[in-house]
């Protein structure tokens, strides 16, 4: 009927619709994503030994110099700048839980060497290179992997969850390697160190073995030129992606020259500077953890603006050390810093696995890491100068500015200031 004014009657609106129940179990109670966490933890476990342990490991050796030791770091850092980019083709060709425990298997054999190297002293500077390089070739073909591979496991709805809780147990492996790796190294030696690293390479290579991808991807084979030219057409294609790596080619760059040796050097200048410095690392690595915590909560509306704007805590350590502060403002600050940091890295890896095509998403993970780490050697090499033109403190001030300059220069994108693009650009449910 209608009412007496002859209109028609205007529909209500419909009630509305709650929103649907996940349907997915939690990712931890997954077979799958519970094996790859305790291959990451067990394996980051490793690597944190071995960041300590093959510095001494080199230094042990006869004949030793620090411009040995320099070569042989370096002979490990380029292969995971120079072949990330490969890495990312082969991981869209092929099964990357193959290409993971392949990666694996090749650091083991590397530390491996490196350890039987220390332990009988027999050590020619071209095999250490050899190994070093073979160790950074891992981790160049593991990475892009293993960013396109949790999609593959876990629900779209369960993204959020999956990567804080990747990181949380990462978090926790590196805290409680570098803690240990001391003790280690002072009392058994370096080389054992070195060889209980390649023992979690291949515990994690056998963890990942047992995964079996529900959405697995496998890609025809084609020219590699034009699959780095197809994946680079999706890395440019979405603003908000190549302006944030933009931003953290200098924002890397500032965090390498800060931590690698002004921060240390700064320290250095009191009574007490090594505890001091000891304990900034150490509340930022804490940081790191109580960080992967809270982004497993968040669902943010705008993902990638509250990720940039979570960079800028990166500089408070930095100015605060540069202006000579007490110990314990500087360490809050490094503990805010790495809550923010993790934040950034749960968020920016969501974003990623939701908006960029599954096929070509190693790839884009490989441009990333690729930009990202672009500009970290030139900012190790130029702290140096810096801080002996400049001093330690003010090149800490210079290094904060970068973070922040770069930081406030990406939100001049549009697409950043709307959250992202596409899928990460609205929160999944949950």
Excluded: K
């Excluded at 070093?132 to 992997?145: E, H």
């Amino acid at each position: 009927m209608s009412p007496p004014s002859g209109r028609p009657s205007t529909p209500l609106p419909p009630p509305p619709v709650p929103p649907e129940p996940l349907t997915t179990p939690p990712p931890l109670r997954d077979r799958n994503f519970a094996l790859l966490s305790w291959a990451r933890a067990i394996s980051v476990l490793g690597n944190a030994f071995a960041r300590v342990a093959l510095a001494f490991a080199v230094l042990a050796l006869p004949g030793a110099t620090p411009g040995r030791l320099s070569l042989v770091l370096a002979c490990q850092l380029l292969p995971q700048v120079l072949f990330v980019l490969v890495g990312g083709v082969i991981a869209d060709r092929i099964p990357r839980i193959r290409l993971m425990v392949v990666a694996e298997l090749t650091g083991a054999a590397a530390y491996g060497g490196l350890a039987a190297m220390s332990l009988t002293g027999h050590a020619p500077l071209p095999a250490l290179a050899v190994l070093a390089a073979a160790a950074g070739t891992a981790t160049a073909l593991f990475v892009p992997a293993m960013t396109a591979v949790v999609p593959e496991i876990v629900a779209r709805e369960r993204l959020t969850e999956a990567n804080a809780a990747l990181r949380m147990g990462m978090n926790v492996a590196t805290v409680l390697g570098l803690s240990l790796s001391g003790v280690v190294v002072a009392g058994a030696g370096a080389g054992w160190a070195l060889a209980l690293d390649a023992l979690t390479f291949l515990a994690s290579a056998a963890l990942t073995a047992g995964i079996r991808p529900a959405r697995a991807h496998r890609r025809r084979g084609g020219p590699g030129l034009r699959d780095l030219r197809d994946g680079w057409r999706e890395f440019a294609s979405r603003q908000w992606l190549w302006a944030v790596v933009l931003q953290y080619a200098f924002v890397v760059a500032a965090q390498s020259a800060a931590v690698g040796a002004l921060g240390p050097l700064a320290s250095e200048e009191d009574s007490g500077g090594v505890r001091e410095w000891s304990c900034v690392v150490a509340a930022q690595a804490v940081g790191t953890i109580a960080g992967a915590g809270l982004a497993g909560r968040l669902r943010p509306r705008r993902p990638i603006l509250v990720a940039v704007l979570a960079t800028f805590p990166a500089a408070l350590p930095m100015v605060l050390l540069g202006l000579h502060a007490p110990v314990w403002p500087t360490a809050a600050a490094a503990f805010a810093a790495g809550v923010a940091g993790d934040v950034f890295g749960v968020l920016w890896a969501t974003a990623l696995q939701r908006d960029v095509p599954a096929e070509a998403l190693s790839r884009v993970s490989s441009y990333d890491v690729f930009g990202s780490l672009a500009c970290a050697p030139l900012g190790t090499l130029a702290a140096g100068p810096l801080a002996t033109a400049a001093g330690p403190r003010a090149g800490l001030l210079c290094c904060a500015a970068v973070v922040v300059a770069a930081t406030a220069g990406v939100l001049l994108s549009p697409e950043v200031r709307r959250g992202g693009a596409g899928a990460s650009g609205t929160p999944g449910p949950g």
